[in-house]
Nanobody, 124 residues
Framework: QVQLVESGGGLVQAGGSLRLSCAASGSISSMGVMGWYRQAPGKQRELVSSITISGSTVYQDSVKGRFTISRDNAKYTVYLQMNSLKPEDTAVYYC??????????????????WGQGTQVTVSS
């Protein structure tokens, strides 16, 4: 059983900062790409940023220069530092990870996991 547990959301004024964390736990063989998605009311879930195990990153254009993704491979944890927050950043933020799990048969299978979501609200 693998779980992703997020923390760090909350209410902040425009221009403020928040740091999201997401830790994976359970029967993990190895970690793959980790990332953050967000979903605002009435909108589809969208990729905010992702990071490979080697540290290569991708950012949505609207957050470039304001958000920074990082990871601690030893702790199976991914972070999202969000600075200069804007009201349009308001959404539920979800952590995502591709994780390889060793099955009882001895096979190693890669699964897609999601966190439970954490609310980020930016007031104007």
């Amino acid at each position: 059983q693998v779980q992703l547990v997020e923390s760090g959301g909350g209410l902040v004024q425009a221009g403020g900062s928040l740091r999201l964390s997401c830790a994976a736990s359970g029967s993990i063989s190895s970690m793959g790409v980790m990332g953050w998605y967000r979903q605002a009311p009435g909108k589809q879930r969208e990729l905010v940023s992702s990071i490979t195990i080697s540290g290569s990153t991708v950012y949505q254009d609207s957050v470039k220069g304001r958000f920074t993704i990082s990871r601690d491979n030893a702790k199976y944890t991914v972070y999202l530092q969000m600075n200069s927050l804007k009201p349009e950043d308001t959404a539920v933020y979800y952590c995502h990870a591709l994780i390889k799990v060793a099955r009882m048969t001895g096979n190693v299978v890669e699964y897609s996991y999601w966190g439970q979501g954490t609310q980020v609200t930016v007031s104007s």
